[in-house]
């Protein structure tokens, strides 16, 4: 008995604990570089981290639609005009952390594990 108790706490501990990786916002705003998406976008998909983040952006930008498409990246629409009351005032790329805390990508930046998350 002890051990399938035991047991089902290591699953609902290793599916709780993966699901609080997959609740990171990365936001694309219409203030934004296409060299910057692009190089991140093939960054997230190079380093496998399509899982790592909820990304947003207005899909009816042709160019972020279409980048994401090429790397295969899962995304959320939301409309320009909602953006920043949602997400807050930024411009290019920025990542939401669970604590609140947002990270401004520069232009030259590519996301990196252990440095942006």
Same mark, same amino acid.
């Given at each position: 008995?002890? +051990?399938?108790?035991? +047991?089902?706490?290591? *699953?609902?501990? +290793?599916?709780?604990? #993966?699901?609080?990786?997959?609740?990171?916002?990365?936001? *694309?705003?219409?203030?934004?570089?296409?060299?910057?998406? =692009?190089?991140?976008?093939?960054?997230?998909?190079?380093?496998?981290?399509?899982?790592?983040?909820?990304?947003?952006?207005? #899909?009816?930008?042709?160019?972020?639609?279409?980048?994401?498409?090429?790397?295969?990246?899962?995304?959320? !629409?939301?409309?320009?005009?909602?953006?920043? =009351?949602? +997400?807050?005032?930024?411009?290019?790329?920025?990542?939401?952390?669970?604590?609140?805390?947002? *990270?401004?990508?520069?232009?030259?930046?590519? *996301?990196?594990?252990?440095? !942006?998350?």
């Amino acid at each position: 008995m002890k +051990f399938n108790f035991l +047991f089902f706490l290591l *699953i609902v501990l +290793f599916f709780s604990c #993966s699901e609080k990786n997959k609740n990171i916002d990365m936001v *694309i705003y219409p203030e934004y570089c296409g060299g910057c998406v =692009s190089r991140n976008f093939s960054a997230i998909k190079n380093n496998d981290l399509n899982d790592k983040f909820n990304i947003y952006f207005d #899909s009816t930008d042709l160019f972020i639609l279409n980048e994401s498409k090429l790397n295969k990246l899962d995304f959320n !629409h939301i409309d320009n005009t909602d953006i920043r =009351s949602k +997400f807050g005032d930024y411009a290019n790329i920025v990542i939401l952390m669970l604590d609140g805390e947002a *990270i401004e990508l520069k232009t030259n930046e590519t *996301i990196e594990k252990g440095k !942006h998350f």
